[in-house]
């Protein structure tokens, strides 16, 4: 009998553990946030079991993930609300706290362990947020934009905008707008005030990153969430599709490009595994609304279902021979799917022979960084000082010459916006050339795969 209650008793602890060990991506209360851009070395620590790994772009960030930057590297995680953290070099963080209260209000806490990291803070009504750093912790009552180092020796707090309260033992203190607290972590903790933010050379970066957030973000979709919009409305614009409403399209893509061409199946306990788009703009459309592929157009995004989190995009109306992605059937590492084209190549393309980039038709944006030029512009023919459009592959009519793109690329700004409606119910589309399909081989073993075209079915 007393085996039997034993028995009973383990499994039950077993049970509570195994409960325990899901991550709280699948709690109701859960958060999700985005690794919205990545520079040179960066190493990120899921708490998945395989240790740390290679960043890329468009990561889910959850609760107690640590992300990291070598000598090279640069990151940037961006919230819901638009807010943001950026990492300079040899910076590390970690995400302690990332969940949400009965109120509905976001509670998050941020741990700088080393480094240089600057926020950029819109605080909610009911939220909270605080961030640990050099055996002190700070607290937002307000919106804030500040910076934090930390080292061995000296941990320092500068303040742009707005207020932060701090604590720490018997240390009480607010820090005002350009204001700056520094920290003798070495001699007794002795603390340095300036009435003056006290400037790093990483400032520029920072104030760089912040222009192009400010510049580019204006239009949400009707969305409750802003995280992703800056990059949606950068690479792409909207287009009205009679019977669709308004979609979206990046820019340089062809009739024949397809959204599942570059990113990676990346494993998360407790979810299974989760597709994550190489594309600089590839939040948005991959957790929220759908893929449809329209006639005359090909594939857009529609806006909408924003009250559910989607690891697999939803799909209406493929061609005929599309052939959905599926993930691996076996639990195991990250899988790369690359079709092969792709970003920007530097060429001596102009008289001079100086190097220049191209961008090629189909890339859709990947590779090209933030905010170097007009993509509406260049979208349209016109050629930039330093990028050149370069379109290739195009299967829907003639080739386009040097400085044009393809008919069906983006309009360089977006129509007068309509509702937006659900999609019909799928329906045949025109035989369009043939589509490429994704086609991966199960197994923890495969690392990279490459897109292979299918071919088209007679009709």
């Not at 949400?100 to 803070?121: H, M, P, Q, W």
């Not at 937002?140 to 303040?159: G, H, K, T």
């Not at 018997?170 to 003798?184: L, P, Q």
Request: aromatic content about 10%; proline content about 10%; some cysteine.
């Amino acid at each position: 009998m007393r085996m039997q209650r034993a028995a009973w008793t383990l499994v039950l602890v077993l049970s509570v553990a195994a409960l325990l060990a899901i991550p709280l991506w699948a709690d109701s209360q859960a958060r999700i946030v985005r690794l919205s851009d990545v520079q040179g070395d960066v190493r990120i620590d899921r708490r998945a079991g395989e240790g740390s790994e290679r960043a890329i772009l468009n990561l889910p960030i959850t609760q107690g993930t640590r992300l990291t930057t070598g000598e090279n590297g640069r990151a940037e995680i961006e919230f819901e609300d638009g807010s943001t953290i950026r990492l300079t070099a040899q910076t590390e963080v970690e995400f302690s706290r990332l969940s949400l209260r009965d109120s509905g209000g976001k509670f998050t806490n941020v741990e700088v362990n080393e480094g240089i990291a600057y926020f950029n803070i819109d605080l909610g009504k009911h939220d909270d947020f605080t961030v640990d750093f050099g055996r002190r912790t700070l607290n937002l009552e307000r919106s804030a934009r500040f910076r934090i180092n930390v080292s061995r020796s000296e941990a320092r707090l500068a303040v742009s905008h707005g207020s932060v309260e701090l604590t720490g033992g018997s240390e009480r203190r607010e820090i005002g707008k350009n204001h700056t607290a520094t920290w003798d972590l070495e001699n007794a903790e002795r603390v340095s005030l300036a009435n003056d933010y006290l400037e790093d050379p990483s400032d520029d970066w920072n104030h760089d990153q912040d222009e192009y957030h400010a510049r580019n973000y204006g239009r949400n979709s009707g969305s409750p969430y802003a995280y992703g919009f800056s990059d949606l409305n950068y690479y792409g614009s909207y287009v009205d599709a009679p019977g669709y409403g308004q979609l979206w399209r990046p820019y340089f893509a062809s009739y024949n490009w397809d959204p599942f061409w570059d990113g990676s199946w990346v494993y998360y306990q407790g979810v299974g595994y989760t597709w994550v788009s190489a594309y600089p703009w590839g939040w948005i459309p991959y957790r929220y609304g759908s893929w449809l592929f329209v006639p005359s157009y090909g594939w857009c995004w529609q806006p909408g279902y924003w009250n559910a989190w989607y690891p697999v995009p939803r799909v209406f109306n493929p061609p005929p021979t599309w052939i959905s992605p599926q993930p691996p059937t076996q639990r195991g590492a990250t899988v790369v799917v690359s079709h092969g084209g792709g970003g920007p190549r530097i060429q001596p393309l102009d008289p001079e022979g100086r190097l220049v980039r191209k961008i090629q038709s189909d890339s859709a944006g990947l590779g090209v960084p933030r905010g170097r030029m007009d993509l509406s512009v260049m979208s349209s023919g016109r050629v930039g000082p330093d990028m050149h459009p370069a379109p290739s592959g195009i299967a829907d009519g003639p080739r386009p010459g040097k400085g044009q793109v393809a008919p069906s690329a983006a309009p360089s700004s977006p129509p007068s916006p309509t509702a937006v409606r659900t999609p019909p119910a799928p329906r045949p589309a025109p035989a369009p050339a043939p589509a490429p399909s994704i086609r991966i081989s199960p197994g923890p073993n495969v690392r990279s795969v490459t897109v292979a075209p299918s071919k088209t079915s007679p009709h």
